[in-house]
């Protein structure tokens, strides 16, 4: 198949424009995506568009990714409701390393070529008056306020400052266009204005054509953002932030209608095995083989075979149902992604629902301890807690230290009495 085939049929292809088919056909292209260093770690969001940048490099064509050390001190405006905190330098050039480190251990892993590039290079030389006046000049203002991301923010207000954002990205285009021969730009489909503004200069200042697709925001079988853990947080690529144990987690807990969307667009499966894959899933749909084979796929490529076995390591401990198969000491010293909680050691007893409510705060409530218990959801070291006003004795700590607390099916934490 051809890329542009190739990601349809994944799932990951939204617009594009006139001629990207062909072009891609029969040349060997550089196409790039743009990267602002909003945070110090990229999260599953921002993973789609490197995919591209992977399949790009795997059809033979030379990806670049271009980190926003330029742009990312102003901030871009499409789909926020209000203005982003500008960053101050020290911030900025952390977050800069981080994503950059990222991206470059992605696309390391094909062995082919591909370019990190960062638009300061050029962005801090240049005048403001020079940029109003050799590229300002070409796109209205008319033009600039037509596109969806400037429209939208219309009414909550958008200051200078991010109007210009539109501009900078086109000129980042014009810039790779001319000095490395990149003729294809792709993105987020939120970013198909500040795309086709940067088509529409290279234009009107070459003459000469450019191309460019976008991929479509992600979203759960029920219409919801897809991207964050049932608690709205993000699912970062930094296995500091996130580790493998939790990310393979949110992979594996995903339902069947998201696995089967996800698996075909964050693995490089051929379709023949996605489809096996899914039939067999089907017929005992309780083994979650798709969510296996998809959670494995996507750890391995983020984390690597280490942080595979780390998440598989940590998933068998936490989940066996071996009757009495309790992590030994130095596996709970070691287990990664449970949530670790210190509490000084007494000698006094301590009821099981306090320890929980008020000294962990591991349930909001008492009563949600309760409630929890009775609805048979929580564990006390992998047994069953049927006893709402049981006692926390001695006897009761592993090793003489521990307590490991299952809240729900998916929720574990490890206290220790130091």
Sequence with gaps: MHLIEELSWRGLIQDFTAGTTEWLQNHTVKG???????????????LLPILLLVHL????????ALVGGGTGRIGDPSGKSTERTLLDEENLQHNLSCIRHQIEHILQQTGKPYTIL?????????????FARDIGKHITVN??????????????????????Y????????????????????????????????????????????????????????????????????????????????????????LADA????????????????????????????EQRTLQKKLAA??????????????????????????????????ELQTMEGVERISLPYTDQDIELINLLAEKTHIFPSKGEVRRMIQNGGLYLNKQKVTDASKMIQRDDLLYGKYLLIQKGKKHHYLIEFT
């Design 32 to 46: 790039y995506i743009g990267f602002d260093p909003t945070a110090d770690s990229l999260h599953i969001g921002s």
């Design 57 to 64: 490099q795997r059809a033979g064509h030379h990806p670049i």
């Design 118 to 130: 960062n638009n300061d290079e050029w962005f801090r030389e240049m005048k403001f008056i020079d």
């Design 143 to 164: 033009y600039m306020m037509a596109k969806e991301s400037v429209k939208k923010r219309m009414e909550s207000g958008l200051s200078f400052t991010e109007f210009t």
């Design 166 to 253: 539109q501009l900078m990205q086109a000129y980042d285009f014009y810039y790779l266009f001319t000095h490395y021969n990149c003729t294809l730009q792709m993105g987020g489909a939120d970013q198909w204005g500040n795309i086709t503004t940067g088509i529409e200069l290279i234009r009107k200042l070459t003459g000469k054509e450019a191309y460019a697709f976008t991929c479509p925001l992600l979203t759960r079988s029920d219409g919801s953002k897809f991207g964050k853990s049932e608690s709205s947080e993000n699912i970062w690529l930094d296995p500091q932030k996130t580790s493998p144990y939790q990310f393979y987690q949110f992979w594996i807990n």
């Design 258 to 285: 998201d696995a089967e969307k996800m698996i075909k667009i964050f693995t490089f499966l051929s379709q023949e095995e996605i489809q096996e894959i899914v039939e067999t899933h089907r017929v005992h749909p």
């Design 297 to 330: 796929e996507i750890t391995r490529f983020v984390h690597g075979d280490e942080g595979l076995s780390q998440a598989l390591q940590t998933t068998q401990q936490l989940f066996s149902k071996t009757s009495g198969a309790l992590p030994s000491e130095s």
